[in-house]
């Protein structure tokens, strides 16, 4: 039995680490692989179910069936013991379970795009993560109260609110928390990033 700890990308952003348990796994020289998880499911080091029968191909094996002009083995694809294991798995509840995770999934995704919330980058949370606000109490009259630009763990410690690196200007709880671009030490507002900061 094997142990995984794999880092998760939560609804809103927020990363957190799994732990999960694996009975085996393989991998291919491409770099794919798939896991036999301790609850009998195939998937993804993610714990994501395959999405399809054809995930499965990696557990294979290679029979030897002659020999090449070039001298070289000629094999071809048959089912292995973990391939037949796997199809059973796939045929009696796989497809209906991974058919259903991908729906819920699916379904979450669009509801986030209904309420608003933008769909997470594809380079990860990293720019959202790294981007800096000043905060000024929302009755502040100028750059009265103003703070220095800082990172969300300041203000909301180790959880990074849903907003942030997404709004420019937000106000909350009696603040105004405004986006802003450190470059070289120099902080602009968004709004007046010169071109040679925006290019």
Same mark, same amino acid.
């Given at each position: ?54 995930? +499965? =191909? ?8 002659? !020999?090449?002009?070039?001298? *070289?083995?000629? @094999?071809? #694809? ?49 720019? +959202? =993560? ?8 929302? !009755?502040?009259?100028?750059? *009265?109260?103003? @703070?220095? #630009? ?50």
């Amino acid at each position: 039995m094997q142990i995984l700890h794999v880092q998760e990308t939560t609804k809103d952003g927020k990363k957190i680490s799994k732990t999960i348990e694996v009975i085996r796994s393989w991998i291919d020289s491409s770099g794919k692989s798939i896991y036999h998880f301790a609850d009998g499911k195939f998937g993804f080091k993610s714990g994501a179910y395959i999405r399809s029968l054809e995930d +499965l =191909d990696i557990l294979k094996a290679e029979e030897v069936i002659g !020999e090449t002009p070039a001298g *070289k083995p000629k @094999t071809r #694809p048959v089912e292995s013991f973990a391939y037949a294991q796997a199809k059973r798995w796939w045929d009696a509840i796989g497809k209906a379970q991974s058919e259903e995770y991908y729906a819920k999934e699916r379904m979450d995704l669009e509801a986030r795009h209904l309420s608003g919330v933008p769909e997470l980058p594809k380079e990860g949370t990293a720019a +959202l =993560d790294g981007a800096s606000y000043t905060r000024q109490p929302v !009755e502040a009259i100028g750059r *009265k109260n103003l @703070t220095n #630009p800082s990172h969300y763990g300041r203000w909301f410690g180790k959880d990074r609110p849903g907003w942030w690196g997404y709004a420019d200007l937000i106000e909350m709880a009696g603040y105004r928390y405004r986006r802003v671009l450190v470059e070289d030490g120099e902080v602009y507002p968004l709004e007046e990033v010169p071109e040679a900061v925006n290019a």
